[in-house]
């Protein structure tokens, strides 16, 4: 397949930059995170293949990728796990933290052909987070010498930017299943400092304005300047209400319901959303079946915002003498939970594990077209 997308000039990179960038940086699922970086680099460059793969021990274990060989339904990633340092380009990317661009794979020493593949030549970056390789970032083409200078500044700048995003998933990951508020407390100010770092692209607005003015383009280094302003008060919000979210006030000092009820009025200002709630509970319920459910809650509420294109959307608190439950449902454009799951999408597997951490029952229907219900239901002994 022949790459049919040119990048002709430095502010056509930048704005490829910032783009991807302002949509991974909100994302706190880090298989979702993975799954949209993959996509839209393939989806902008039109590469035959791309591929994430993490480090986890001694090997670079690859999960998600897009291209031809994705696409194909019976397509198995072999080999999926390289050693570090010594099996293909990808380990020895891991093992020196130095990028590398091979315009022909059949003369490099290090490559290790892929089951199916019809790659000629490949551009592989680290993914860092605080000088440790902790990912990579593969992509590949179908013809000799596909890959210039540029494309390896361009994929390197998208791997920084990956992980600051999942550094930050990461440290989110660790406050949802902290119990202790002080380590939640502790974390919450190491997740601000995080956040605070994924504002990198303000960086790059700055650095782009410095050369437009040296070069007496006025109204676009202004405009540079005002993007500048407009994204970091978007990611400091941002940042509020997730510092916020580890754990409301208003869900110690009143409870589950007074919670998802102020949760609720931030959801229809924000997203203009009708939302409702109903409930059957005459007595507080447990701390942790509280925070529970209310994390559960805030997953779908956000996962509603981002992805549904609702209208309404409707919390269902009931408990009987065995059992409590919450459905959430909402009357969005719904999608394929099978495949949803499968892909890490639209921050299920973040409730589905919380679900099954406390032992709880998780049911989710949905199809195209036709909304979304979940259901979490939690037996009383």
């Known amino acids: ?31 979702e995170l993975l799954v949209k970086v993959v996509r839209l680099i393939q989806r902008t460059f039109n590469y035959y293949h791309v591929g994430i793969g993490l480090v986890e021990d001694d090997e670079v274990v690859y999960r998600v990728g897009s291209g031809d060989l994705w696409d194909d339904p019976g397509f198995q990633f072999k080999p999926r796990r390289l050693k570090i340092g010594s099996e293909g380009i990808t380990g020895w990317v891991a093992m020196t933290g130095e990028p590398a661009l091979v315009p022909d794979v059949s003369l490099d020493l290090h490559y290790v052909w892929m089951q199916g593949s019809l790659t000629r030549s490949e551009l592989t970056v680290p993914i860092t987070v605080k000088g440790k390789v902790v990912g990579i970032l593969d992509v590949q083409s179908q013809n000799k010498g596909d890959f210039e200078q540029k494309d390896l500044e361009l994929m390197q700048a998208i791997a920084n930017q990956t992980g600051v995003a999942i550094e930050n998933a990461r440290l989110y990951e660790q406050a949802r299943h902290l119990a202790i508020l002080d380590e939640r407390q502790r974390l919450g100010r190491e997740l ?8 990198y692209g303000i960086s790059l607005y700055a650095q782009a304005a410095a050369g437009k003015i040296s070069s007496n383009q006025i109204d676009q280094a202004r405009q540079y300047l005002e993007d500048i302003q407009n994204t970091a008060q978007e990611s400091l919000a941002d940042m509020r209400l997730l510092i916020y ?37 005459t007595n507080r319920l447990s701390p942790d079946i509280e925070e529970g459910l209310y994390q559960i809650a805030r997953e779908a ?11 309404n959307v ?14 959430i449902s909402d009357d969005g454009t719904g999608f394929d939970p099978e495949t949803a799951i499968r892909e890490g999408c639209l921050g299920l597997s973040a409730i589905q594990e919380r679900a099954r ?6 049911h989710i229907e949905s199809s195209p077209g036709n909304g979304t219900r979940i259901t979490v239901e939690i037996g009383l002994s």
């Open 245 to 281: 979210e580890l754990r409301p006030p208003i869900l110690d000092r009143e409870g589950l319901i007074s919670a998802l009820q102020s949760r609720l009025i931030s959801v229809e200002d924000r997203a203009g959303i009708k939302s409702s709630i109903k409930n059957n509970l």
């Open 1 to 31: 397949m022949q790459r049919n997308l040119v990048i002709p000039n430095e502010d056509s990179r930048f704005r490829i930059l910032t783009e991807i960038s302002q949509q991974i940086t909100s994302i706190l699922d880090i298989n």
């Open 357 to 362: 951490s406390q032992g709880w029952q998780f």
């Open 314 to 327: 409707l919390i269902n608190i009931q408990q009987g003498p065995s059992i409590i439950s919450m459905q």
């Open 301 to 311: 509420l956000n996962n509603t915002i981002k992805h549904a294109h609702a209208k």
């Open 192 to 199: 601000h400092d995080s956040v605070t770092q994924s504002l």
